[in-house]
């Protein structure tokens, strides 16, 4: 738009400052921005200035149905207090050739009138990213104005409901669709899958193309009930935080619903996350234990694995080996205690051993979070085994340690692009113990790079004693 038209220079920009209009915008006033504007393709607004004086005048003046007529996204985030009042202007930015549109929004009856119009001024829509603030849970208007809106999609291939439920209606709409390939949600309810998964009303298999499923607060016997009702997913990723702590019983049977629904080959990321729950449980109960973890060795093609548990893990360094072997591609594994604090009368299981494994079979491994103890030395590896350069980085919670010295050989034996040892804040119930383990781990850290400049001399040297005769190693 020309200069002059506006009284705000963008340095003096706030949420609090106000954009006025210091003349009314004529049909001249166009002519420069309309060459520019069909070149525009995304758009996204954070409203860094109140601009509700000016949506008005540009409601009223924009020569044509929309401001972009070429627009593809639009992105659309406000504060509460200005949502209602700039809102039903995102009309003006609205046109048949979007694909993709992310709003939040207050719940009111403007706002969800506009709302149930959506999919007719979009046709196209292909991802839709929606947060209504329903306060008042009775808000069966809200809700409904929103089911009818995601029942309205039939190109949708992303779906994200950014609020604390969606209706049976809805779901079942998306569950069939050919083109859903992602759903994000904030919750799900059980009593919601009770009424899609009933057998009179799901007579074909659902979700048969997601790609990725993510779910910010669940409850584990819902999503269990949804791979219970549900086969064949294609799955890449699927991310959950659990809204408490989970009894390994609990926790057997998800994993058992869940390789039986979903392919094995398919699924790459997994994250089971923890949202809130209970301290001070009992490990026996609720401990991530070895069967679990052979339970997950049916995906072959795991790339990044996330799990946390309510309780230190009891995986023995067996079934960590037989994990490095099943998981090839692994990039990435966490294994976090949700509390974060150590039993110091329950020592980790894993030792160092483990990692022999993990060396030899993820040749991909970037970066690795585990409780191990590091007192358990291990022995001498065979040194005919090409070391793993791509592990960079090691998280090692709240690991006891014994002689930094051994540890950092060993580790910077199998790993020697190894650079970054990451300690928790707190390691005990005292700051002697904490302040103990903190200098040992720091003093492996400070190692690495000397025994890995120590073995680079010492192949060196080999090389120039028996040219051709010396390994990579």
């Not at 003046?61 to 509460?80: D, E, H």
């Amino acid at each position: 738009m020309p200069d002059g038209l506006f009284n705000i220079h963008p340095a003096l920009a706030s949420e609090e400052t106000p954009l006025r209009l210091l003349r009314p915008i004529m049909t001249t006033d166009w002519d420069r921005s309309s060459s520019y504007a069909a070149r525009v393709k995304e758009l996204v607004f954070c409203f860094q200035v109140q601009l509700a004086q000016i949506f008005p005048v540009l409601n009223l003046s924009v020569p044509c149905g929309s401001l972009f007529p070429n627009l593809k996204s639009l992105s659309w985030r406000s504060s509460k207090s200005k949502s209602e009042a700039e809102f039903s202007y995102i009309r003006i930015f609205l046109t048949p050739t979007l694909s993709s549109i992310s709003f939040d929004c207050e719940a009111s009856i403007v706002n969800c009138s506009l709302l149930s119009g959506l999919s007719q001024i979009c046709p196209e829509l292909k991802a839709v990213d929606v947060f209504i603030n329903v306060e008042d849970e009775d808000d069966h208007g809200s809700l409904n104005a929103t089911s009818h809106f995601l029942r309205s999609l039939w190109r949708v291939e992303s779906v994200t409901v950014r609020f604390d439920s969606i209706l049976a209606e809805a779901l079942k709409h998306l569950g069939k669709l050919p083109t859903l390939t992602c759903l994000h949600l904030e919750t799900l309810h059980l009593e919601t899958l009770l009424k899609l998964c009933n057998p009179s009303s799901m007579p074909h298999p659902m979700f048969l193309c997601l790609r990725t499923l993510k779910l910010e607060w669940v409850e584990i016997e819902t999503i269990t009930h949804f791979f219970k009702t549900t086969s064949q997913i294609p799955l890449n990723v699927l991310q959950l935080s659990f809204e408490d702590c989970y009894s390994a019983k609990d926790t057997e049977t998800f994993y058992t619903a869940l390789v039986t629904s979903c392919s094995h080959v398919s699924l790459t990321t997994l994250d089971l996350g923890i949202s809130g729950g209970s301290w001070n449980l009992s490990a026996s109960t609720f401990a991530i234990n070895d069967n679990l973890l052979r339970i997950l060795c049916r995906f072959p093609n795991i790339e990044t694995l996330s799990i946390e548990s309510p309780v230190a893990f009891d995986v023995c360094d067996g079934t960590l080996a037989e994990a490095a072997r099943a998981w090839p591609r692994l990039g990435s594994l966490t294994l976090r205690v949700f509390d974060g604090q150590p039993n110091p009368s329950l020592p980790p299981r894993p030792t160092l051993a483990f990692l022999h494994s993990f060396a030899q079979y993820c040749p991909r491994l970037h970066s690795l979070e585990i409780m191990l103890d590091a007192t358990v030395l291990p022995i001498t590896h065979d040194t005919s085994q090409p070391p793993q350069g791509q592990l960079a980085a090691l998280r090692i919670g709240h690991s006891p340690i014994s002689r930094p010295s051994t540890v950092a050989r060993f580790l910077s034996d199998l790993f020697p692009n190894l650079i970054t040892i990451t300690r928790p804040v707190y390691y005990g119930a005292t700051r002697a113990e904490k302040d103990i383990r903190d200098r040992q781990w720091k003093k492996v850290e400070g190692l690495l790079p000397e025994f890995v400049a120590v073995r680079e001399e010492e192949r060196a040297r080999a090389r120039a004693l028996f040219p051709g005769a010396v390994s990579g190693n």
